[in-house]
Nanobody, 119 residues
């Protein structure tokens, strides 16, 4: 299993910035992708951004050009730099790691960190 510890959430005004961090421990050798999802009240959990071991990234359309995901493989840490924040970005943000073992994919999740953007 993989344990994920997140940090960096908080309250910010519209147009502000926040940086989220997530550090993985445990069976990190099998991780091939790390990312961030978010869930607003009453809504499903959706992908925000993800990055593979090789550095390939993907973003939700709603955050392209504003958010940037990066990864330090030596530290098993993934970062999400969030700029030009909007009230619609308010949600609980969850770190995700995805492992591929014996043709099976496993997802591990952090505890979540609240991001609140005030108007």
């Amino acid at each position: 299993q993989v344990q994920l510890v997140e940090s960096g959430g908080g309250l910010v005004q519209t147009g502000g910035s926040l940086r989220l961090s997530c550090t993985a421990s445990g069976s990190t050798f099998s991780i091939y992708q790390m990312g961030w999802y978010r869930q607003a009240p009453g809504k499903q959990r959706d992908l925000v951004a993800a990055i593979t071991n090789g550095g390939t990234t993907k973003y939700a359309d709603s955050v392209k050009g504003r958010f940037s995901i990066s990864r330090d493989n030596d530290k098993n840490t993934v970062y999400l730099q969030m700029n030009s924040l909007k009230p619609d970005d308010t949600a609980v943000y969850y770190c995700n790691s995805r492992r591929f073992i014996s043709a099976t994919t496993y997802d591990d999740w952090g505890q979540g960190t609240q991001v609140t953007v005030s108007s």
